[in-house]
């Protein structure tokens, strides 16, 4: 669980995005960071248990800076108002698939999962190997475990059919997506409850044939 103070911390931060008012408050943010990385190493432990590569991972190679780039972006506040981490072989600069916590007050946390923004060989890839093993992949998105946690595929799509696979084919609503990503939302009452890092690696372990599924276009 993460203590109600993170939780806070990042309220006041959305409040406050400005230099001065994070300078005033770095020792709260850095007990913030060190509550949210304890937070990583026990879904770290907790993960492994079904996904041992897991294991491997400490928090540091997982979480993201809060310090935002604001060279090329519209908005300038200087930080992001979430914290985030990304649990896959590899660490957080791994284009694999993985799990993706994201904590953000006011239900906008989540955990997430699957292929994002794929590079085009990759993305033809699991476009493959989806249309070789359809049955398979129905399997996995339409599992009663599967259906507990997430309402199906997120993600950007095409708006044409993609190069090779017409518009009868049996899977062309799945092909036509550009990410393949789940969702589940996590509300701010249940990160700091005692059950949070039980119900996320429940979670993450439902995730699991999912990414192992896209996992092998990566190879």
């Known amino acids: 669980m993460l203590q109600p103070a993170t939780v806070n911390f990042l309220k006041n931060l959305t409040q406050n995005n400005h230099r001065d008012w994070f300078n005033s408050n770095k020792t709260a943010y850095e007990t913030a960071k060190r509550d949210f990385e304890n937070f990583v190493d026990s879904l770290i432990m907790r993960i492994s248990v079904f996904d041992p590569p897991i294991a491997n991972l400490k928090a540091k190679d997982c979480v993201f800076r809060i310090y935002r780039d604001v060279r ?3 908005s300038k506040e200087p930080y992001k108002t979430n914290f985030g981490a990304y649990l896959t072989s590899g660490g957080k600069k791994s284009p694999k698939p ?5 904590v953000q007050p006011n239900r906008e946390s989540f955990i997430a999962g699957g292929a ?3 590079s085009s060989s990759t993305l033809n890839a699991i476009r493959q190997e989806i249309d070789y093993n359809l049955t398979e992949f129905n399997g996995i998105i339409n599992s009663n475990q599967f259906k507990k946690y997430f309402d199906g595929i997120d ?3 095409a708006k044409t059919n993609p190069k090779g696979y017409g518009k009868d084919h049996p ?15 996590l509300p701010d009452e249940l990160l700091i409850n005692k059950n949070a890092g039980g119900h996320i690696a429940k979670v993450c372990k439902a995730m699991k044939p999912f990414n192992d599924f896209l996992a092998r276009s990566y190879d």
């Not at 899977?171 to 036509?176: G, K, M, N, Q, Y």
């Open 72 to 74: 090329f972006s519209k």
């Open 116 to 118: 994002y923004q794929p």
């Open 98 to 102: 993985g799990y993706y916590l994201h």
């Open 171 to 185: 899977a062309i609503e799945l092909l036509r997506h550009k990410d393949f990503l789940v969702m589940h939302s």
């Open 155 to 157: 993600g950007e799509t």
